[in-house]
T-cell receptor
Framework: NAGVTQTPKFRVLKTGQSMTLLCAQD?????MYWYRQDPGMGLRLIHY???????AKGEVPDGYNVSRLKKQNFLLGLESAAPSQTSVYFC??????????FGPGTRLTVT | GQSLEQPSEVTAVEGAIVQINCTYQ??????LSWYQQHDGGAPTFLSY????GLEETGRFSSFLSRSDSYGYLLLQELQMKDSASYFC???????????FGQGTTLQVKP
């Protein structure tokens, strides 16, 4: 089992560019989450999904969009990247009870 | 909404016991979980409490009091490798959200 995987691991974008981060899980979890973590900060929930075809806003959703077309995949999109979106992005999947497994993270720099 | 409070830093010596507290506010509380994160790494699940009381997993224990909206993580026989950040998180059964606290940085000294 690969658990939770994220691609890419690193990315540098210029302001205004767009990109999609891919998260995949092989544990048949219903719940999937996208978080961002800034230096010395906690994990802030961007968007989440409670099942295939569903998405919902988290604490900091502005500037991001998500899609969950297949149960095992959760995509995070940045339509027009801004320097304030420089961060480490973590995807997680879980059972919805508080237990979650995280992916290795994507380090994004927007210049 | 949901919010969690935990201390920002804790320092302890090798072999000692340390307790990291977490208070929370949430609707539709489902459970309190704890995660460990080493520098440069991803958070990893440590422990989970859905009911009041103590859960023990090796050197780590976690406690929950639902009536006080309070929990703690207890680390015993501290080792240098326990130096990391520790996050409490609450799951909401109403919405499916999983919200994290700001994290507690634990420094273990020789």
């Amino acid at each position: 089992n690969a658990g939770v995987t994220q691609t890419p691991k690193f990315r540098v974008l210029k302001t205004g560019q767009s990109m999609t981060l891919l998260c995949a899980q092989d544990m048949n979890h219903e719940y999937m989450y996208w978080y961002r973590q800034d230096p010395g900060m906690g994990l802030r929930l961007i968007h989440y999904s409670v099942g295939e075809g569903t998405t919902a806003k988290g604490e900091v959703p502005d500037g991001y969009n998500v899609s969950r077309l297949k149960k095992q995949n959760f995509l995070l999109g940045l339509e027009s990247a801004a320097p304030s979106q420089t961060s480490v992005y973590f995807c997680a999947s879980g059972t919805g009870t508080g237990l979650a497994q995280f992916g290795p993270g994507t380090r994004l720099t927007v210049t | 909404g949901q919010s969690l409070e935990q201390p920002s830093e804790v320092t302890a010596v090798e072999g000692a016991i340390v307790q990291i507290n977490c208070t929370y506010q949430t609707s539709g509380f489902y459970g309190l979980s704890w995660y460990q994160q080493h520098d440069g790494g991803a958070p990893t699940f440590l422990s989970y409490n859905a009911l009041d009381g103590l859960e023990e997993t090796g050197r780590f224990s976690s406690f929950l009091s639902r009536s006080d909206s309070y929990g703690y993580l207890l680390l015993q026989e501290l080792q240098m490798k326990d130096s990391a950040s520790y996050f409490c998180a609450v799951g909401s059964g109403n919405t499916g959200k999983l919200i994290f606290g700001q994290g507690t940085t634990l420094q273990v000294k020789p």
